[in-house]
């Protein structure tokens, strides 16, 4: 895959964050208790989790969207962080305590590169800094763990304010800046776009929040895109599938408005190999893929 005597980027991951997923699977972390539901995507996380336990990785390099910073681009500094996150729109469902470290020097690198491409950027070296639940939900999926390092990044929240093309743009810069820092880090990363594909969900909740029988696509057409999208995943076409994202991200409500699959795919420099699709399935609503790009 993409790599040089140095570093390298094992894997890269499509790994979305509903907190449904870890209210499901009750670990000790997160205090609301449940009855299970959304099997399909969870035991999608387990077959890629031991993949990608099995490349031997150094780090975990993560996108999140729910770290939106609206001057430039944003990545951890400090080397832990420990505090109570809890999901504005889901607070029953999740209310986790987390206690995380992160490649100060990994992250350091990829900012450097980020300026040098002439985007603005920063360090976040606040030690009360409360850590989103996009990063912490998309790092348990795939490392229950939590015993390797993360770099964690920000997402410029330039399709909201400009246009998702000045989004794509931007992204397609970070990918590369972030491969460059890899490349020359010698360090074994795994990439995470932590994003769902569409995401208009329900306006209303079921009772039992993990009754299945209430589950399913909010509509056809976001059905419809889903399945555009991740065909060409498993074409290989990840070139083409990238220019689709600005005009997926307005029809379907997507998640890739933060950047982070863009991102992915220019730090991988567009695979061609048929990705590994582990698993797809709703979440209130949502349309979620967990996807896996490795063996290059
Ligand atoms: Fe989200």
Redesign the pocket.
């Known amino acids: 895959m993409t790599s040089s005597s140095s570093g390298q980027i094992v894997a890269g991951c499509l790994a979305p964050?509903p907190p449904h997923l870890i209210y499901a699977e009750n670990p000790p972390q997160n205090k609301p208790r449940s009855e299970g539901g959304w099997e399909t995507l969870r035991w999608g996380y387990e077959v890629m989790q031991k993949n990608l336990d099995a490349l031997n990785y150094d780090v975990l390099v993560v996108m999140t969207?729910?770290w939106r910073t609206y001057v430039g681009t944003h990545l951890l500094g400090l080397p832990h962080f420990k505090g109570i996150s809890i999901d504005p729109v889901f607070p029953h469902l999740f209310q986790y305590n987390y206690d995380l470290k992160v490649d100060v020097e990994l992250s350091t690198a990829i900012s450097d590169q980020i300026g040098q491409a002439g985007l603005p950027t920063k360090l976040m070296k606040n030690p009360d800094f409360r850590v989103d639940y996009?990063t912490i939900i998309s790092c348990h999926l795939v490392n229950p763990l939590w015993n390797k390092p993360i770099v964690a990044i920000s997402t410029h929240a330039s399709a909201a304010y400009f246009s998702p093309d000045v989004m794509q743009e931007e992204a397609l810069k970070l990918g590369m800046a972030t491969r460059k820092a890899i490349l020359g880090s010698g360090k074994r990363a795994v990439l995470l776009a932590s994003n769902?594909l569409s995401h208009r969900h329900f306006t209303h909740e079921p009772p039992l929040p993990e009754d299945m029988s209430f589950e399913h696509i909010t509509n056809h057409s976001q059905y419809l895109w889903d399945m555009k999208m991740i065909g060409l995943m498993k074409d290989g076409k990840s070139k083409e599938m990238v220019s689709l994202i600005p005009d997926f991200t307005e029809q379907a409500i997507s998640?890739t408005d933060s950047g982070a699959l863009t991102w992915l795919m220019s730090a991988m420099d567009f695979p061609k190999i048929p990705a590994k699709v582990h698993a797809y399935g709703t979440v209130i609503g949502t349309g979620n893929a967990v996807v896996e790009w490795s063996g290059i």
Request: aromatic share 0%; glycine share 16%; net charge negative.
């Open positions: 964050h969207p729910h996009g769902s998640e």
